[in-house]
């Protein structure tokens, strides 16, 4: 059974950085893409950034691109979400999640796989 466990949440200033991991386990992930989604409350969870596992090949979501990066380790078996320059706008939970097909979507449904979620607050 896939594992995703998240971390590295917190309350930072505008400006500021946090970086996000999520801890996956019970697979081999090489045909898995990795997705960071976030969702406030009242709206639908969107993608922030998306990574192939094996290739390393990346996705962002255009509020995000230049501000934030993803990456990950294949020894720790753990997906970074560097997140720079932070805005108010970027509060929210944020949540790991897995599809094991190697092909990025950005629809929530497509991800059978997730973390239980870490809360990114950002103030003014």
């Known amino acids: 059974q896939v594992q995703l466990v998240e971390s590295g949440g917190g309350l930072v200033q505008a400006g500021g950085s946090l970086r996000l991991s999520c801890a996956a386990s019970g697979r081999t992930f090489d045909s898995y893409v990795l997705g960071w989604f976030r969702q406030v409350p009242g709206k639908e969870r969107e993608i922030v950034a998306a990574?192939?596992?094996?290739?390393?090949?990346?996705y962002y979501a255009d509020s995000v691109k230049g501000r934030f990066t993803i990456s990950r380790d294949n020894g720790k078996n753990t997906v970074y979400l560097q997140m720079n320059s932070l805005k108010p706008e970027d509060t929210a939970v944020y949540y790991c999640a897995a599809r094991p097909i190697v092909i990025v979507r950005t629809d929530p449904k497509q991800y059978p796989y997730w973390g239980q979620g870490t809360q990114v607050t950002v103030s003014s």
């Open positions: 990574i192939r596992w094996k290739v390393g090949s990346t």
